[in-house]
DNA sequence: CAGTGGTCTAGACCACGCT
DNA sequence: GCGTGGTCTAGACCACTGG
């Protein structure tokens, strides 16, 4: 029956091990030769056995240390209640900053960046534009003690907010700029979904392999239904937990 | 400057071609030996590049046709204002049942399973209990046309359900038995990662490599904050997206 | 039944960074 | 320097399945 690759066997062997503790996080694992000598298999084989691991996200790889056991504590990113405090109350960008801080780790933000482009096609689609149409792209990248932990993209419409501090080439925190220029928002609709990262979305948030990520979409309403703003945030799955709280 | 492997590059000139839309979702790949011969490389490291792609969910593997592009089209699951309707109102199960309906396809549930079990440290650590208590564990698994996209299991403190339905072992629609029971719960707590499957979660989700999972936690909260239930949803990423709706 | 991917071997050379 | 992982080759046998 069990005629599973002896690859597999290997890779179960080490997987269970991991799993019951017996190599906690951080902990090395064997190296090829190692493995392979104790398996009586060649070195590709052993090392496929290891591949596995690192594509399940289990373990990272140090150069001339070897592969050790990766521990996964994430911080929380609140997103419902305390995302949009009441108007003077702190910002988004605070908020964000005073949640992190709570939790023990450093906040940051760096590569802030105002575009004027042609918009993707799934922020197009939402926000009622062609290909064609101008939008401002607000990015930025969010760190939590020196490792970015979200890839964040704001999308207006530029006929909205030409003339307006979003447009500005310049970092602001106000949250009530689309309310003066006639377009307030009054409820957001999140989108979450999972998924591997491209290349420039690894390099750019230092994702090693087997490390999913989040996309986390938030579209901004007016009270007539018409989305005036899509958040674009790219989370690895193993820096964050999104949370909501939910009244029921 | 750019010593980047030649498994990379080819890796990459694939994934160019698919993204531009070159290689449409469905459409063939070259084969090993064909991507080999066009490289002048090695079948081995054809091979290698293919996987790059495999890894990153970009690929279908067919035995005997080769590998395909995958298509990734969603189905939504709406996990406010429509998760928990007030009291007479359908019910959680009914409310999944209808929400995939309403997109089209077909919904199930299967597998349904009762067992009295210790609780894993995520569940006993929220639930207060040790780990030599004992809980009740609901699972199922859901599934959309067939395909499975959802794997439920319900925990709840055994003292509490002991002699409520939520400790038979049979199906129920039911909401308020908690409430019976002198546990009302008045609001839950989303906490949302992503990871990559265990072999289990593969298995039972029929997950194919490169599709990471969505962990959702669900935590229903009586009104003195007490946690009294526990809900862990795991979903594979390209199959569902999960919502929240958010007054601001 | 031909051609696909799945698995495995035995060997080679390289880049890197601790010791 | 030496052992780690990173890359690549040339060849082999197998299981499966669509044409």
Known sequence: MAKTPVTR?????????????????????PSEPDLADHHGVSRQTARNALQILEGDG?????????????????????????????????????????????????????????????????VATILGLTSDDECICRGRVRSADGRPVVLSHDYFDERIVRGTELADEADTQREDILKEAGYEQTYDVDHITARMPDPTEARKLQLSTGTPVIEHLRVGYTPDGKAVRVSVHI????????EYVIAT
């Open 9 to 29: 066997k290997i890779a179960d062997e080490l997987r269970g091990r991991i799993k019951r503790g017996e190599l906690g996080p951080g902990a090395l694992l």
């Open 58 to 122: 289990l373990v990272d790889v140090q150069r001339r240390r070897g592969r050790t056991v990766r521990s996964h504590q994430r911080l929380r990113w609140r997103l419902s209640d305390f995302e949009h405090p009441d108007s003077t109350g702190s910002s988004t960008a605070d908020a964000w900053d005073t949640d992190i801080a709570d939790q023990g780790a450093t906040p940051s933000s760096r590569d802030f960046d105002v575009q004027k482009i042609n918009p993707p096609p799934t």
């Open 235 to 242: 989370v690895p799955g193993d820096a964050l937990t999104l």
